[in-house]
T-cell receptor
Framework: NAGVTQTPKFRVLKTGQSMTLLCAQD?????MYWYRQDPGMGLRLIHY???????AKGEVPDGYNVSRLKKQNFLLGLESAAPSQTSVYFC?????????FGPGTRLLVL | SQQGEEDPQALSIQEGENATMNCSYK?????LQWYRQNSGRGLVHLIL?????REKHSGRLRVTLDTSKKSSSLLITASRAADTASYFC???????????FGAGTILRVKS
């Protein structure tokens, strides 16, 4: 099993550009999450999903959208990137309780 | 806002010593989890302790939970250089499956 994978690993955007981060899991987990991690801070929840076709807002959802069209995939979109969205983004999945994390996507917005 | 706060923010010890990290939180929880993050990598789950449990062991890890004080501690015994990482506590509220993370403790184990 590959576990949780994230694409891309690193990306540089200009302010105003859009992009989509892809998270995929092969463990048949119901729950999936998107977090961002900034220097010296823990992870903050952006959006999450409790099952295929569902999404919900987390702690810091502004400027992001998500979709969970297939159970194994959870997409995070930035419609108009801003420098404040420079961060490391982590995806996680969970059957319940313990969460399994992907390796992260480093995003730099200039 | 973050639910958990770790203490200390950074800890430097010699190989073979024990490392203790503390976590405090604000509201009632369903469970508390500890994760490790090596530099530049994703988080790895270490241990989960439920609100009705007081202590849990996993290998060289020992976690305690005091719900009356809203605090938890992670003890790593006989530390190794490979234990060098950031350690985060995360709590799940009484209802829901979302985790709320603290800011973490950076542990450095010197060989």
């Amino acid at each position: 099993n590959a576990g949780v994978t994230q694409t891309p690993k690193f990306r540089v955007l200009k302010t105003g550009q859009s992009m989509t981060l892809l998270c995929a899991q092969d463990m048949n987990h119901e729950y999936m999450y998107w977090y961002r991690q900034d220097p010296g801070m823990g992870l903050r929840l952006i959006h999450y999903s409790v099952g295929e076709g569902t999404t919900a807002k987390g702690e810091v959802p502004d400027g992001y959208n998500v979709s969970r069209l297939k159970k194994q995939n959870f997409l995070l979109g930035l419609e108009s990137a801003a420098p404040s969205q420079t961060s490391v983004y982590f995806c996680a999945s969970s059957p319940t309780g313990k969460q399994y994390f992907g390796p992260g996507t480093r995003l730099l917005v200039l | 806002s973050q639910q958990g706060e770790e203490d200390p923010q950074a800890l430097s010890i010699q190989e073979g010593e024990n490392a203790t990290m503390n976590c405090s939180y604000k509201t009632s929880i369903n469970n508390l989890q500890w994760y490790r993050q090596n530099s530049g990598r994703g988080l790895v789950h270490l241990i989960l302790i439920r609100s009705n449990e007081r202590e849990k062991h996993s290998g060289r890890l020992r976690v305690t939970l005091d719900t009356s004080k809203k605090s938890s501690s992670l003890l790593i015994t006989a530390s190794r250089a490979a234990d060098t990482a950031s350690y985060f506590c995360a709590t799940t509220m009484e209802y829901g499956n979302k985790l709320v993370f603290g800011a973490g403790t950076i542990l450095r184990v010197k060989s």
